[in-house]
């Protein structure tokens, strides 16, 4: 893959990988569960990239931020 902004409008799971900056195993997983708008070429997946860019957004304003339950002291 060239680059974020050189992404054409079909990527491969490797391609999306490292789009999202996670494993290939995680995009697996994640196909598997029916997460992530995806369709077949064969036996091979692939994403559209405005489909992705719109899964994204959708999981940003959907995902809580837990605030930390640690307490630090000041010393």
Request: proline content about 3%.
């Amino acid at each position: 893959m060239q680059s974020k902004d050189a992404v054409g409008e079909v990527m491969t799971v490797k391609d999306l990988s490292e789009y999202l900056h996670c494993n290939q195993s995680t995009i697996y997983r994640l196909l598997k569960r029916g997460e992530l708008p995806a369709f077949k070429v064969g036996s091979d997946w692939r994403f559209m990239t405005a489909e992705i860019r719109n899964w994204c957004k959708k999981k940003m304003a959907t995902t809580k931020v837990r605030p930390s339950t640690r307490v630090r002291h000041a010393v």
